[in-house]
């Protein structure tokens, strides 16, 4: 069993920044994917970024050089640091664990980028 319960959501201004913590419990392996989606009002869920070790990590074009995802493996937790963010980043964030098959969601965070 797996739980994920993310944390740090919530609003910012443009161009602020934001950190996005995930806690795993559960039965949880370091060689399976853990990462962050996100959706907004009306749209698709999206890929934000994804890991399995800190060599080997996958963003979205649109958040390229701005967030930056990492991984403890011994506190089994997920972060995605977001920088310079825009109104477009505005949407549910979800943590997932075994990203690209039969993944297992968090609850989601709201982060409202707004002025």
């Known amino acids: 069993q797996v739980q994920l319960v993310e944390s740090g959501g919530g609003l910012v201004q443009p161009g602020g920044s934001m950190r996005l913590s995930c806690a795993a419990s559960?039965?949880?392996?370091?060689?399976?994917?853990m990462g962050w989606y996100r959706q907004a009002p009306g749209k698709q869920r999206e890929l934000v970024a994804t890991?399995?070790?800190?060599?080997?990590?996958n963003y979205t074009d649109s958040v390229k050089g701005r967030f930056t995802i990492s991984r403890d493996n011994a506190r089994n937790t997920v972060n995605l640091q977001m920088n310079s963010l825009k109104p477009e980043d505005t949407a549910v964030y979800y943590c997932?664990?075994?990203?690209?098959?039969?993944?297992?969601w968090g609850q989601g965070t709201q982060v409202t980028v707004s002025s």
């Open positions: 890991i399995w070790s800190s060599t080997s990590t």
């Open positions: 559960g039965s949880i392996f370091s060689f399976i994917s």
């Open positions: 997932c664990y075994r990203c690209s098959n039969l993944p297992y």
